[in-house]
């Protein structure tokens, strides 16, 4: 079993924040005939899909790793595994390529709409984040996903994530391999898996990971590190190798600084922003900044908590120096820049701009008197505060990504908010803003509103109908 503290460490030692750690900017070397990318030989569907008698001593060979959470099929999805296999190519970090035709052998975990009518046509294919020491689906949203009829494809790119599903699984994934036999240990040939990850979901027919569906646009994903190995791609390896993907779309990470064909849409939280420099948007470029969001959040660290303990034993704890994980819901912010991305690459319609985090003279993040951050894609939970959300925290391992979260007490929401019928009309405002601009999706506005009605704020609060107390 893999030891969540040694995990963390690597995680921490790996992971990749926007302003901290800076893109090499890469000439742009697309040759005359770009490579080709080959077709991957697909098995599968595996056996099982879902967890099976967690009393039997194989229980780990029965489903995939980190097998979504939820009822899948009550949102009209399927989960299924496949393997990957074929010959990659080899690059170093600058894009020059090391060696052809090297056997590999790896996995894609796939969520899909069970009918083929309830697909929207696009695959948000995710490089599965490895900084944990294992593979992270770190940007699966089922509520977002599953209720636009998305595809989400998960591929496992890397040496670590590959070495620890062999570990977890001998029977199930002992014959993975993603390094051409120990020759090339430092993910020279994941920027080709990835890529035939892409050819291989494309395909129709016999044992296609998508069944009968096409995909009409292929968008790759990645968050943290995984954005920072997707920047590798775009700057250095992309201009050799033919366009698999529609567009790229790099999360709480970095973002690449060549321009190419293929719109790039960067989504930072405000814990990834460390300096008022930033690059212009382009027209082939867009970055939003969320005030108030973590890195790694509330929401995500819930939903990955239950199955972190099936699949790990348990899991982990932190110790920060402030309450973490800030509430603000990125994920509202990327429902929105998915469907945006989409527009821009199947019909050239750009994404809006949005306001940049606001930043003091000293070089400090600006805040209004409440601690919250100024500027950028303010929220309902920002907007209409009930909380200190930032992106801001300290202490053990991973406390520096997840922000902080501190409900303000009943004295400063009576301050705030004469009546609770003020606040849900100022949840309501900042959200039909947002609406107007394009940040937040029409379903994701409604739970806000929603979540608001239960609040409990205001000299009437107690004469308000009773629900129970939430801190959006």
Same mark, same amino acid.
């Given at each position: ?132 020491? =294992? +593979?992270?689906? %770190? ?6 996903? /599953? $209720? &636009? @009829?998305?595809?989400? *494809? ?90 698999? =993907? +529609?567009?790229? %779309? ?6 690449? /600084? $060549? &321009? @190419?064909?293929?719109? *790039? ?105 409440? @601690? ?101």
């Amino acid at each position: 079993m893999v030891s969540l503290v040694t995990t963390a460490r690597v995680m921490v030692a790996g992971v990749v924040v926007a302003g901290l750690a800076a893109a090499p900017a890469h000439a742009d070397a697309r040759r005359s005939a770009p490579a080709p990318v080959s077709a991957p030989a697909v098995e599968g569907p595996l056996p099982g899909s879902v967890p099976g008698d967690p009393s039997s001593p194989d229980v780990r060979d029965t489903y995939p790793w980190l097998s979504a959470g939820g009822d899948l099929a009550a949102r009209g999805y399927v989960e299924q595994e496949f393997l990957l296999s074929g010959t990659a190519d080899a690059y170093d970090t600058t894009g020059r390529p090391l060696a052809s035709d090297v056997p590999y052998r790896t996995r894609i975990i796939v969520r899909r709409p069970a009918l083929q009518a309830a697909f929207n046509g696009t695959v948000l294919a995710e490089w599965q984040n490895v900084s944990a020491g =294992f +593979d992270l689906d %770190a940007l699966w949203s089922p509520d977002q996903i /599953t $209720r &636009a @009829g998305y595809a989400w *494809v998960g591929v496992s790119a890397q040496r670590v994530g590959v070495d620890q599903l062999r570990g977890w699984s001998p029977a199930r994934y002992g014959g993975l391999d993603v390094t051409g036999g120990g020759r090339f240990t430092a993910d020279e040939l994941s920027y080709d898996i990835f890529s035939q990850a892409a050819k291989a979901v494309r395909a129709r027919g016999g044992k296609a990971p998508l069944g009968r569906s096409t995909a009409r646009t292929v968008l790759a994903v990645g968050a943290s590190q995984s954005a920072g190995r997707m920047t590798v791609y775009y700057d250095a390896v992309l201009p050799r190798i033919e366009s698999v =993907f +529609d567009g790229f %779309a790099t999360i709480v990470g970095t973002a690449p /600084t $060549r &321009a @190419g064909a293929e719109p *790039v849409f960067q989504v930072l939280s405000e814990t990834d922003v460390r300096s008022p420099a930033r690059p212009p948007d382009r027209d082939r470029f867009r970055r939003w900044e969320v005030a108030g969001a973590a890195h790694s959040g509330w929401a995500g660290q819930e939903y990955r908590r239950p199955l972190l303990t099936r699949d790990l034993g348990q899991a982990p704890e932190y110790a920060c120096d402030q309450p973490p994980f800030s509430r603000v819901p990125l994920h509202h912010v990327l429902a929105a820049a998915y469907d945006h991305l989409t527009r821009w690459a199947e019909r050239g319609v750009a994404p809006p701009a949005a306001p940049p985090l606001l930043f003091n003279p000293d070089g400090t993040k600006a805040r209004d008197e409440l @601690g919250l951050a100024l500027g950028g894609i303010r929220l309902s939970q920002v907007a209409a505060p009930t909380a200190l959300n930032n992106g801001d925290n300290s202490g053990d391992l991973f406390c520096r990504l997840f922000g902080t979260h501190i409900p303000f007490d009943q004295a400063r929401l009576d301050q705030l908010y004469r009546h609770r019928a003020l606040y849900v009309a100022a949840v309501a405002a900042a959200d039909a803003h947002n609406l107007r601009q394009g940040y937040l999706l029409a379903p994701d506005a409604a739970q806000n509103l929603k979540d608001a009605t239960g609040v409990e704020v205001g000299h009437r609060a107690e004469i308000a109908s009773p629900a129970r107390r939430t801190t959006p």
